[in-house]
């Protein structure tokens, strides 16, 4: 279920053109995020690198296969600014501000209301 949230700090995109893949999608799990476990670092067939949630895959050794659709575009967020969040998945939320963009913030930057 959607929830609204206020920005609280602000957050900047790490990556400007990460991976994103369709379900079904094999990709290349790299390592482990130690600040945000449960997020691997990927490579897509495209070569696109990024992070995605662990639980959005099956894991068979070093590659994994998308259970989900999946984008990994960072949403900037300013203090203030009122999203809409639609998941939280270990620390992040996939949100769309106001001008209708979507992608991942850090749920510490987030006040859910």
């Known amino acids: 279920m959607d929830r609204l949230a206020t920005v609280v700090k602000d957050h900047s995109p790490q990556y400007m053109d990460p991976i ?3 379900a079904g999608d094999i990709v290349h799990a790299e390592r482990q995020d130690d ?3 449960g997020w691997l670092w990927c490579r897509g067939q495209d070569g696109k690198q990024g992070w995605v949630p662990e639980s959005f895959l099956e894991l068979r050794d ?4 998308l259970l989900r659709d999946y984008d990994a575009r960072e949403l900037p967020a300013t203090t ?3 999203m809409t969040v639609h998941e939280e998945v270990a620390g992040w939320a996939r949100a769309t501000n106001a001008e209708g963009r979507t992608g991942w913030v850090p749920t510490r ?3 859910m209301l």
Not at 62 to 65: A, E, I, M, S, V
Request: hydrophobic content about 25%; proline content about 6%.
């Open 20 to 22: 994103s893949a369709r």
């Open 35 to 37: 600040e945000f476990p």
């Open 62 to 65: 070093r590659f994994g296969t």
């Open 80 to 82: 203030g600014e009122q």
């Open 109 to 111: 930057s987030l006040d």
